[in-house]
Each structure stands twice: as structure tokens, then as C-alpha cells.
């Protein structure tokens, strides 16, 4: 059983699963929403106490003032300490992996494990054309004529169930009607501090025990990345996800939780 709620003071919406068992706190990247991580939290939930979060600036969580990284990881430590997670395994997803990571360096005594999902955390290293939404002049009109698209592809993409299975073009057009519905003004003041430089000298301070997962076609964070990140990060383990691109989760979900599984188990 996957429910909504909502915490009334942080503005926060978010999916649960799950009574009892190890808890995991799922964030998703830039651009995406909570049920991204439906089929993840509909076969973990069966083990684990599960919580997928809207991230601020998406879906049903408002913005505020949380406009940076270092901020979205302050308000998902918030969310924590108001809940009552301890021993939380953490899985931070593309952008949410950047505040993932932040929360690793900030409150390790949070965490239990953490799982770097096609994270975004050497931002400055990936290819141009993820930057295209900054350049000037050019960056906000492309913004929004990729929302104004999504809005094209609304009447399928909102279609698509989220217990659709995997693949690529159906849960692309999934992910992009619902693009389509955030502020853009919120996105591009995520966007521009998703990019601002980080040292990637401080992931050595991360003390949790780190798995950085990758699909292995990712365009976007690609799989060299993922080895420059395991490698920054004492100890971390690597998993590859095969035929999955950004998205594994989403893309091949079965193969996703069975590799989650198998990590959990070890």
C-alpha cells in the first residue's frame, strides 16, 4: 500500500510505504517527483519502512527558500528530525544526490548507508548540453519551450500509470508532462545552484557506507562520472545498472530493486 501525506510545516508531499523495517528516504533529481520511485517503494515497501519525498520546487512541495542545494538538504534533515528517522538509508537520485551528499558530509549520524543513484554531484564535469538552460539569452526561453512541450505530451504522458513497468518513451513522457506543470522561475534557481562548483576533495569526508549506482547508457551523469565518484568516496561500492540510461529506477525497475536487494543483503 503507497500512500500521499503532506508535513503541513516544511511543505513538504510525500509517498510512504511500509511499517516496519530499516527506513529509506528516496530523493529524486531536478525536473522529476515522488512517483519516479513508485514500483521502487511497491517492492521495497513489502521489507522496509519507505518515503519518497517532492522535493522542493516539485510536484506538491512548495519552494520557499529552499533554492540551493546546501537549503534542500537542510529541509530534508528537517523532515528527518520531525519524523523521528534515524539509521535512514538514503538514496539521492541525479540533483537529489548532490543534497544526498550534502546530508552525508552534514549529518552522517543520520545515516546508515547511502546510495548515489546517477547522482549529479560533479556537476561541473558533465556534458555541456546539461547546461543549456543557463546559457544566456538562450537558457530560459529553451526552459520554457521544454515545458511548453511537455504540455503537448501531457494528455499521454499523464496516461502512463506509475506502476508502468519500465522501458524508455513512456516514462519519458511521463517525466516530461510532468515537467511541464513546475515554476519555471523555481527550477532555474535549482538548476543554477546544481552547477555552482563544489570541491569534490570534501566527498572524502563521507564516513557512510556509499554504493554510487549508474545506468550504464546515462547520458546526462555518465558512467565515468559514477567511477570518479565511488573512487572520491572512501570505500564506496559501484553497481551497474545494464539498459537502463538516467533513470533506472524508472527504466528498469525489476533489475533497480533487485540490485538494491542484493546490496542491502551484503
Not at 122 to 151: C, D, K, N
Not at 181 to 202: C, I
Not at 233 to 238: K, N, T, V
Not at 256 to 262: D, G, K
Request: hydrophobic share 45%; net charge positive; with cysteine.
Amino acid at each position: 500500500m503507497i500512500t500521499t501525506a503532506y508535513h503541513p510545516e516544511l511543505g513538504l508531499s510525500y509517498l510512504c510505504a511500509g511499517d516496519t523495517g530499516p527506513v529509506l528516504l528516496f530523493l529524486h533529481g531536478w525536473g522529476a517527483f515522488k512517483e519516479l520511485w513508485w514500483m521502487t517503494l511497491r517492492d521495497l515497501g513489502q521489507d522496509y519502512r519507505c518515503f519518497a519525498l517532492d522535493m522542493p520546487g516539485h510536484g506538491d512541495s512548495r519552494l520557499g527558500r529552499a533554492a540551493t542545494i546546501p537549503c534542500l538538504a537542510e529541509v530534508v534533515i528537517a523532515f528527518c528530525e520531525q519524523m523521528g528517522l534515524r539509521e535512514v538509508i538514503l538514496f539521492g537520485h541525479s540533483m537529489g544526490g548532490s543534497v544526498a551528499a550534502e546530508i552525508a558530509l552534514q549529518r552522517p549520524d543520520l545515516l546508515r548507508m547511502l546510495f548515489l543513484v546517477d547522482a549529479a554531484v560533479e556537476s561541473q564535469r558533465m556534458p555541456l548540453f546539461t547546461r543549456i538552460y543557463l546559457l544566456p539569452h538562450v537558457g530560459w526561453p529553451a526552459l520554457r519551450l521544454s515545458q511548453m512541450l511537455g504540455r503537448l505530451f501531457s494528455p499521454l504522458g499523464m496516461r502512463v500509470p506509475h506502476a508502468h513497468g519500465g522501458g524508455v518513451l513512456r516514462p519519458w513522457a511521463r517525466r516530461a508532462a510532468y515537467l511541464a506543470r513546475f515554476d519555471p522561475e523555481g527550477l532555474y534557481r535549482l538548476l543554477r545552484s546544481l552547477f555552482t562548483h563544489r570541491e569534490p576533495a570534501r566527498l572524502r569526508g563521507i564516513t557512510t557506507p556509499t554504493v554510487v549506482v549508474s545506468g550504464l547508457f546515462d547520458l546526462l551523469v555518465p558512467v565515468y562520472l559514477s567511477y570518479r565518484l565511488a573512487r572520491h568516496i572512501p570505500g564506496a561500492r559501484l553497481a551497474i545498472i545494464p539498459a537502463a540510461v538516467h533513470n533506472p529506477m524508472d527504466e528498469r525497475p525489476d533489475d533497480f530493486c533487485r540490485v538494491v536487494r542484493r546490496l542491502l543483503g551484503g
